[in-house]
């Protein structure tokens, strides 16, 4: 059974740093792509990132381009996101997500089987 786990969330003052992982077990991630969403109080979940199977294609979200990097540990089975610069509209809580090609990567629509999420607060 596929199951994601987010970690490595926190509160960050503007201008730091985050990575969160998302350790994904009942799949290997040469078989399967991941999302990264984030949702803020009162707001849609919006697509932050993904990364297809085997890591061969990545997006990210213009709002996080030049400041977030999504990568693969594949002895780890593991997604990072990394978060540099950060602001305070980052903030919110970040999930990790399996990609079933339903449509656009960034479309919650198109996921499966979605970790619990993890708070990200960026303030001073």
């Known amino acids: 059974q596929l199951q994601l786990v987010e970690s490595g969330g926190g509160l960050v003052q503007p201008g730091g740093s985050l990575r969160l992982a998302c350790t994904v077990s009942g799949f290997t991630l040469e078989n399967i792509a991941i999302g990264w969403f984030r949702q803020a109080p009162g707001k849609e979940r919006e697509g932050v990132s993904w990364i297809s199977s085997s890591a061969r294609d990545s997006r990210l979200a213009d709002s996080v381009k030049g400041r977030f990097t999504i990568s693969t540990d594949n002895s780890k089975n593991t997604v990072y996101l990394q978060m540099n610069s950060l602001k305070p509209e980052d903030t919110g809580i970040y999930y990790c997500?399996?990609?079933?090609?339903?449509?656009?990567?960034?479309?919650?629509?198109?996921?499966?089987?979605w970790g619990q999420g993890t708070q990200v607060t960026v303030s001073s």
């Open positions: 997500a399996a990609d079933a090609h339903r449509g656009a990567w960034s479309w919650p629509g198109s996921y499966d089987s």
